[in-house]
């Protein structure tokens, strides 16, 4: 137990622990801390009813807007203008847009209702048969990106914990290995000790527990298992005593550090409790489980302490892609495994070679059947692995690349934003668990087992500097898994999500985080849309065509960011003519509406958070129509779009200032067109600019904050008027120094002649530049 003290937080209060003790409950907060159940609930047969009802009445009431209001005052008035004529297709065009997407919301939906109604839990007993003389293995990867250490800390405990026979666990560090900065340097060595501590603390149980099977084991070869049962007992009852134990030891600052004690420690524990208590039940009824089942029982132990945790830094070698993204992260590590490799010193830094002669300081990377993708801010449930490899290896899943389970938000959030922003991300588990029933799933990117295979369908090879560099997850755009998601679908694979929620991941606390966040989710679905066409026309004649539901949830999926954010903006800012304005356009919006206020209800949330979200959306209108920017750029220019993470710190991240201002607008702007449209006696388009104006101001106290607003914004105004110095270029390298002492001979003999190759420097520029974000 000492070990495990030892791994423990320390009893030092940081400056980040202040803060997060400081920080009060705003009012609106989210109260309720307890998570969600793991398996849904099975959905009534009324409200499966509902469901089909709300896209029957979408349909029919947007086909009645287009007959009753459209076409009738353009039949009715032949003479009508070139202007009304151009309102009047626009704004189909919009109302058709946004109606499509309301359309795919409830289609996905009901998708959902049908996969929780007919998903039946895999009982734990086959789950130990199948697995008892499992023999395969799951290397779980970590990108991790200058985050804090408790963050990653709980995120690596979450998947030692993971009860699987063969376990590693592998930390993809990719900060700056030589930090200038002092704070910088003591967050990555805190970093760097993490998988150090957690082997220490898990070498004490996985060895007592390993010699209890093993010994178990070897009285059964002999026949001499009976009368094991208190053994067994003794056994569990220390490994129940044991993550107990972790978790009195662990520090709770915030509702993360809640949800990791109660759920992911606490629930192991209670897991590991009810055996017990059906041990003692057999106990004392004078019988025991038979000896197959007490050797699953006695392996399953084993499982939860036998995780191996290690740390890699790709930055540390030269022959690796430095590309600044998580992707190329994951693709240097993946490009390593099954393979043995020498390091070798060179002018440009240490670079890893093919071992064709093993040496005791070879660097050995163990390959994997199976790859379990992590972000560093997730943390999952005891029994994840188990469950989604045991998925993968059902019959008829065979062709399966990716199973995953959306993840939700942390309960308890202290804040508006993040508890809204919490809602949107439960509203997104129901839809990517119904874009499944459709074959539409796409993978989301925080978690996900992979078949190793299957990425060596899609790797692409190329060349950098003399190396060679393996991508398996494309970073053309900054939302790399769902590009990956259409390589794969290409090549005939399939992606499943669970059913279940097994997975939980971070929400940003503020408005300057979210804006990183939701920035980059709107930034590259146009450009993945050429190579979905691609796909259609691949597979089309043979008996894997996608059907007309999964092309129309998949061009959802990724461009209705796009034409919702353009669309708003019409709506917000052009006064059209009240002939167009019709109930019927009410009425194809309701079933969206009351859908998403039940999903929301029946995951925990308010329904009255439809409100809260529509002005939540207002606000960040001016952000995704940044990110659709940012596309339309990459697409003409073909340059990358860096890839800006989400700030994951205590302290609240400033907003960039033009996203705090336009918010303003917004309510400046609606305001206007009220008075506009009052004058003009249009009533509906005032009511509408009315509930507009309302929305956004509401989102801009609650979710940016008026004290903050000025903050960024001031901020915003000293960085435009800050101008950094210009540095002077480097001086062009030179081979003939003034003396022979001064002869950079091994860069000499390493890169030649460095006046005729501006791409050497540019190389050592690109590298710089790739370790900061």
């Not at 590991?272 to 106990?283: D, G, I």
């Not at 997850?473 to 399939?494: M, N």
């Not at 120094?737 to 890169?751: A, C, D, H, R, S």
Request: net charge neutral; charged share 25%.
């Amino acid at each position: 137990m000492s070990n495990l003290l030892a791994n423990s937080r320390p009893d030092e209060t940081t400056a980040d622990d202040e803060s997060a003790k400081s920080r009060k409950r705003q009012w609106g907060a989210e109260r309720r801390s307890e998570p969600l159940a793991i398996v849904h609930p099975e959905p009534s047969r009324r409200k499966i009813i509902l469901g089909r009802v709300g896209i029957l009445v979408t349909v029919l009431a947007w086909v009645g807007y287009v007959v009753t209001t459209v076409l009738r005052a353009l039949v009715n008035d032949p003479t009508a203008g070139f202007r009304f004529r151009a309102e009047a297709v626009s704004y189909v065009v919009v109302v058709t847009f946004l109606t499509f997407s309301a359309l795919m919301y409830l289609l996905a939906r009901q998708g959902a209702l049908n996969r929780f109604r007919e998903h039946r839990r895999v009982p734990r007993g086959e789950l130990d048969r199948h697995f008892v003389d499992y023999d395969k293995a799951v290397t779980v990867l970590v990108p991790s990106y200058a985050e804090e250490p408790q963050v990653v800390r709980a995120t690596l405990w979450s998947a030692a914990l993971q009860e699987f026979p063969d376990l590693s666990v592998v930390l993809l560090l990719d900060d700056p290995p030589f930090p200038a900065d002092p704070q910088d340097q003591e967050r990555l060595q805190a970093t760097r000790e993490l998988a150090a501590g957690i082997n220490r603390a898990l070498h004490e149980p996985a060895s007592r527990l390993n010699a209890a099977s093993d010994s178990f084991n070897l009285r059964a070869s002999k026949g001499k298992a009976a009368g094991g049962l208190p053994a067994l007992i003794a056994e569990y009852e220390y490994a129940a005593d044991w993550i107990e134990a972790m978790a009195e030891t662990e520090r709770v600052d915030d509702h993360v550090d809640e949800f990791f004690v109660d759920l992911v420690l606490m629930g192991l524990a209670r897991e590991l409790r009810l055996v017990l208590t059906a041990l003692h039940a057999a106990q004392a009824q004078g019988t025991e489980p038979e000896v197959p089942r007490m050797r699953e029982l006695y392996a399953r132990l084993t499982w939860i302490f036998n995780a191996r945790v290690s740390t890699f830094e790709r930055k540390k070698y030269a022959s690796l892609s430095h590309e600044a993204n998580k992707a190329m992260n994951l693709n240097a590590y993946l490009s390593l495994m099954g393979h043995r490799w020498r390091s070798e010193h060179t002018a440009d830094g240490t670079v890893l070679r093919p071992s064709t002669v093993p040496a005791g300081d070879d660097l050995i990377v163990e390959d994997s059947t199976y790859v379990l993708t992590l972000d560093a801010d997730s943390l999952l449930l005891r029994d994840y692995c188990l469950r989604l490899v045991h998925f993968l290896e059902s019959p008829g899943n065979e062709r399966v690349a990716v199973t995953q389970t959306p993840y939700s938000s942390f309960r308890g959030a202290p804040t508006r934003i993040e508890r809204v922003a919490g809602a949107t991300t439960d509203l997104q588990h129901v839809q990517h668990q119904g874009m499944t029933r459709y074959g539409s799933t796409f993978w989301v990117g925080a978690n996900a087992v992979i078949r190793k295979v299957a990425l060596e369908d899609i790797v692409e090879v190329s060349a950098e500097g003399g190396f060679e560099v393996r991508t398996y997850i494309q970073d053309r755009t900054v939302i790399e898994d769902t590009e990956s998601s259409v390589d794969l679908g290409r090549e005939g694979w399939e992606l499943v999500n669970y059913p279940e929620r097994l997975s939980y991941s971070a929400t940003p606390p503020d408005f300057g985080s979210l804006v990183v966040q939701r920035r980059r989710w709107a930034n590259g679905g146009l450009l993945i849309l050429p190579k979905l066409w691609d796909t259609i026309r691949h597979r089309r004649g043979t008996d894997q065509a996608m059907r007309s539901r999964e092309i129309m949830l998949r061009v959802n999926y990724m461009a209705s960011i796009t034409w919702a954010s353009f669309g708003l903006l019409f709506l917000l800012a052009y006064p059209y003519d009240s002939r167009l304005l019709s109930p019927l356009v009410f009425a194809a919006a309701l079933p969206y509406f009351l859908a998403m206020g039940s999903d929301l209800r029946e995951s925990g949330h308010r329904f009255s958070d439809i409100f809260r979200i529509y002005g939540f959306n207002l606000v960040l209108m001016p952000v995704n129509l940044a990110g659709v920017m940012k596309s339309l750029q990459q697409a003409v220019t073909g340059d990358k779009i860096p890839f800006a993470r989400t700030p994951k710190v205590k302290d609240r991240t400033a907003a960039p200032a033009i996203y705090v201002l336009a918010p303003y607008a917004i309510v400046a702007f609606s305001l206007f067109t009220v008075w506009r449209d009052a004058m003009q006696q249009n009533w509906t388009n005032a009511a509408f600019a009315a509930f507009n104006a309302v929305m956004a101001a509401y989102a801009i106290r609650a979710y940016i904050g008026l004290r903050n607003s000025v903050v960024d914004i001031w901020l915003g105004v000293l960085n435009w008027l800050y101008i950094k110095p210009k540095q002077a270029a480097p001086a062009a390298p030179s081979i003939v120094p003034k003396t022979p002492e001064e002869v950079n001979w091994e860069g000499i003999l390493y890169y030649g002649d460095r006046r005729l190759n501006r791409d050497l420097r540019g190389g050592k520029d690109r590298r710089k530049r790739a370790g900061t974000r």
